[in-house]
C-alpha cells in the first residue's frame, strides 16, 4: 500500500469516528490526514508528509479551539434574558392591575403568567415589554 492510500484510508477512519462521537475536533485532525494524502501525490517523503499532516491538524484544532472559546465569550449574557435562547423577550404584555406585593396576571400565548415589574420600573398598568424570565414569571418593563 503506498502511503497516499494510508492517508486517505486514516483521514476517511477519523471521519467515521467524528460522526460517531461528535466532536469536531477528530475532524480536524482528519484534515490534517488530507494534507498528508496531498502530500504524498506531491511526491514528499514520509518524514514531510508527517510533519505537513502534524502541522495541519494542529492548525486546524487551535483555530477551532480558540474559535470555539470566542464564541462562547460573545455570548455570555444569562440565559434568563438571552433572546437567542428565549423567544419571550421583547414580547409584549398588557398589565390591568397590580398587586399589593409587586406582581401582576397577564394573559400571554394563551395562558396566565405572573410578571413582576423590573427593577426601577413603576407599577403602572398599560403596555410592557418582557425584559426576562425567571423561572416562569416574566420580568417587564413599561414601555
Keep these: 500500500m503506498d502511503s497516499a492510500t494510508f492517508w486517505w484510508i486514516a483521514a476517511a477512519a477519523l ?37 505537513i499532516a502534524a502541522a495541519v491538524g494542529t492548525v486546524t484544532t487551535l483555530f ?3 474559535s470555539k472559546v470566542r464564541r462562547s465569550r460573545i455570548s455570555n449574557v444569562a440565559v434568563s434574558s438571552n433572546t437567542d435562547v ?31 415589574a ?10 410592557h415589554r418582557v425584559k426576562e424570565v425567571v423561572g416562569n414569571r416574566l420580568v417587564v418593563e413599561k414601555i
Excluded: C, K, P
Design 64 to 66: 477551532w479551539h480558540f
Design 15 to 51: 471521519v467515521i469516528a467524528e460522526l460517531l462521537t461528535g466532536t469536531i475536533y477528530l475532524l480536524a485532525v482528519a484534515v490534517g490526514g488530507v494534507a498528508g494524502a496531498l502530500a504524498a501525490h506531491a511526491g514528499l517523503g514520509l518524514t514531510a508528509q508527517i510533519v
Design 86 to 116: 428565549n423567544q419571550d423577550i421583547g414580547a409584549q404584555v398588557m398589565v390591568n392591575d397590580w398587586n399589593a406585593d409587586g406582581t401582576a396576571q397577564v394573559s400571554y400565548r394563551g395562558a396566565q403568567w405572573t410578571v413582576l
Design 118 to 127: 423590573a427593577q426601577g420600573t413603576a407599577l403602572a398598568s398599560g403596555q
